[in-house]
């Protein structure tokens, strides 16, 4: 497919001559009498680069390119600036407002098609590597919330796995300690000695790799094994 140059130039006889070439360089191309109508004509279109004149009614040269650059879509998008002043200060102007080229008239055709050739090539390298960059920073993203995911399932099944390995009087005994109470505490509201209760306790060390109560206390609460 073609890529597409939007001409700008209130010239009906430059726009054609411009047009003429560059179709014939194997281009499609898009004309605008100007700055005004090209503006609607990039939005609509979004060529691959505008070629504009600068003095232009309704909006000329600079303000097009400033209004262009004004859009994110459009910052990239590459403008080569065609105008009969030649004076330095015109030409910085022109460049702080955003353009990629000067070229002053009058300009041989040729010379046109070789500075269109070079900005839509550096342009396309351009823009793959943008969207090398922002597909790796999706692929990245994805794989983030991927391992998030598999985290919180492994954590799920953990703790589904963990619950279900606890009989229902450690479940008991595990309840009551997170509220503190000593064994003999425990042992009078579950009707258990106190060794007893002891040996729950020990169980629940071991099912859940922690060293004291202090710690399984922490890991009950972390993993959401008690309410």
Do not use: W
């Not at 390119?65 to 403008?79: D, E, I, K, Y």
């Not at 969207?131 to 919180?152: C, G, I, P, Y």
């Amino acid at each position: 497919m073609p890529l597409t140059i939007l001409v700008v130039d209130d010239d009906l006889g430059t726009r054609l001559s411009i047009s003429d070439y560059l179709e014939l360089s194997g281009y499609s191309v898009i004309t605008a009498n100007d700055g005004q109508e090209a503006l609607t004509m990039v939005v609509d279109y979004h060529p691959d680069l505008i070629v504009t004149d600068i003095v232009m009614p309704r909006m000329n040269g600079y303000e097009l390119v400033r209004r262009v650059r004004q859009q994110p879509a459009f910052r990239l998008l590459p403008v080569i600036l065609l105008t009969a002043r030649t004076k330095t200060q015109e030409r910085i102007l022109g460049y702080q407002s955003g353009c990629d080229l000067y070229l002053p008239k009058p300009f041989e055709l040729e010379e046109l098609a070789a500075a269109i050739r070079n900005l839509l090539e550096r342009s396309q390298i351009i823009q793959s590597e943008y969207r090398f960059s922002h597909r790796e920073n999706l692929d990245n993203s994805t794989q983030t919330k991927s391992v998030e995911a598999q985290s919180a399932q492994f954590s799920h099944i953990h703790k589904s796995e963990l619950l279900s390995s606890l009989t229902t009087r450690e479940q008991e005994v595990l309840e009551l300690l997170t509220h503190g109470l000593s064994n003999a505490d425990m042992g009078h509201q579950l009707h258990l000695s106190p060794r007893t209760v002891e040996k729950y306790v020990s169980s629940l060390l071991r099912k859940t790799t922690t060293s004291n109560r202090a710690e399984l206390v922490r890991f009950a609460i972390k993993h959401g094994l008690v309410e």
